[in-house]
């Protein structure tokens, strides 16, 4: 847990990127806010899907869902 706060202190987000992303969140995350990756997708103006029923391991509750989202990305 220290490791991550501390990498979070020394983290900067870079302004613009370098590869395309394609962002993926859940509103029924219980562990991550999916309102933090709305956040990334704003300040890097991408676009963003977001699964309504998922939880934080959308692979696992729907990978049908992120196979044909990674099929449209690539």
């Known amino acids: 847990m220290f490791?991550?706060?501390?990498?979070?202190?020394?983290?900067?987000?870079?302004?613009?990127?370098?590869?395309?992303?394609?962002l993926l969140a859940s509103e029924q995350d219980k562990l991550v806010n999916y309102q933090?990756?709305?956040?990334?997708?704003?300040?890097?103006?991408?676009?963003?899907?977001?699964?309504?029923?998922a939880g934080h391991d959308i692979p696992l509750d729907d990978p049908r869902w992120v196979c044909e989202h990674a099929k449209r990305f690539l």
């Open 3 to 22: 490791n991550q706060l501390n990498a979070s202190r020394e983290f900067i987000l870079p302004k613009k990127l370098s590869q395309p992303i394609c």
């Open 36 to 53: 933090c990756s709305i956040a990334l997708a704003q300040y890097w103006d991408l676009p963003i899907n977001i699964h309504p029923t």
